[in-house]
């Protein structure tokens, strides 16, 4: 997964090159009908850019995503 901040600073979970990194995806609905789904989220990424004004971990918590197609 990845994070884009508002400062367009990029953050990560590839939690092999950043030991702490992680993430879910659940996926609670799904039509292969209409091709759409929905589902919950959350993760925590580490900072990509190597600068002290930014921290290195952001938590993203209750994310959603609904009827998205696929």
Same mark, same amino acid.
């Given at each position: 997964m990845?994070?884009?901040?508002?400062?367009f600073?990029?953050?990560?979970?590839?939690?092999?090159k950043?030991?702490?990194?992680? !993430? /879910?995806? &659940?996926?609670?609905?799904i039509?292969?009908?209409?091709r759409?789904?929905? %589902? +919950? $989220?959350?993760? *925590?990424?580490? !900072? /990509?850019? &190597?600068n002290?004004?930014?921290?290195?971990k952001r938590?993203?918590?209750? %994310? +959603? $995503?609904?009827? *998205?197609?696929?």
């Amino acid at each position: 997964m990845r994070y884009t901040d508002p400062n367009f600073n990029y953050y990560n979970t590839e939690s092999w090159k950043h030991a702490g990194a992680s !993430g /879910t995806l &659940t996926i609670t609905a799904i039509s292969t009908v209409t091709r759409r789904m929905s %589902g +919950t $989220f959350s993760f *925590v990424v580490i !900072g /990509t850019v &190597t600068n002290p004004r930014f921290p290195d971990k952001r938590t993203i918590t209750n %994310g +959603t $995503f609904t009827n *998205v197609a696929f």
